[in-house]
């Protein structure tokens, strides 16, 4: 969208985007930007369909404003106590449409303790730096209090940032970033058009990083398929022990019908990975990783093993034996697991030892008629739905 489009579009109110990070449950979203700048990738299903637009710097402050409105009248009603529903109901009884949606994420946000502030959409670094500045000085300015504000962002984007503006991006409260990696593999980055390479993922972290800004990387295993698993993960985990990010973030590659992907799988040019494929990619890499102090998340309900997750290098033996209790199970023993992962009756193999639960996945397969041949046929559904 074009500086004079922005500049005449008109404020209609308070608005929230449709996604944010599982780490960010309990923020209050900003929404900086509408939509993804990029939105060619080929396994993301999020923004087809819709066209990226900045929102003007105004009225970002004015959704901050009427936040902060909200926030101040339920606070001076409740004069240090709680707030009561007769508070609530008294304070929306004229609101509609977006003043009640802003009445809605204050009281979301202040039922999770107001401790951070995440901002929308999927590049809000795209924003031009000064602009950007200006609202986290804002954030700042009106919820003094808050620990952290978060933002996702496209290693290309941050490559395209002077480090001055990052520094003063990290100065004026921007404290932790999100970035899809991915892959840290070009081949793989190629074939799913993420729009970046692998050296200007590894620039960009090492950039957030020297900004003093604390850095989320996600990383999908199963993305390189068959072929490319090998190169994968261990072309990622060399990435990433360049970066030494706080924090690598696991999303299991899922393929829903309406991507790109999908039909690539469908016609036969993605060679996409078994459940077992992909424990034992995630093993290698996690073996491959060296030489950082990064903290492995799992934190997502597509993932195998939640379970998988520690802090490195300390933990790593642990998510390692993890993987490999699973690979060292028998054939029926892996079908199992993966079936009550599916089902969420586990979260790693010390739930596998359940009887109770065991029982309720054998009785689940008779019903279904699950079998080896026919697993990751019930698995790919099973995962769709999640997503």
Known sequence: ???????????????QGPIRPPSEAGSLLIRVT????WNRCRFCPVYKGTRFSLRPMEHVLADIDTVHGHLSKLQAHAAGGPVTRDMVMHAGKDLAGPDLDALHATLHWMAHGMDSVFLQDANSLIM??????????????RFPWISRITSYARSQTIKGIPDDRLQAMADAGLNRIHVGMESGCDAVLERIQKGVTRDV?????QKVKAAGISLSEYVMPGLGGRD???AHAMDTADALNRINPDFI????LALPQHTELYGDWQAGHFDKCSGEEVARELLGFIMALEGIQSTLTS????????????RLPEDKSQMIAEIQSFLDLPEHGRMMYQVGRRMGLYRGMKDFKDEGRRQRVAEACQRYNIRPDNLEEVLDDLMRRFI
């Open 299 to 310: 934190d997502h309900v597509l993932n195998l093993f939640e379970t998988v997750a520690g």
């Open 1 to 15: 969208m074009s500086e004079k489009k922005k500049e005449t579009e008109v404020y209609a109110g308070f608005e």
């Open 249 to 252: 973030r696991l999303r299991t």
């Open 228 to 230: 490319l698993s090998e």
């Open 34 to 37: 509408r939509n993804c700048p």
């Open 201 to 205: 993922h590894i620039l960009a972290g």
């Open 128 to 141: 031009k730096p000064d602009n950007l500045i200006t609202v986290l000085r804002h954030i700042m300015e």
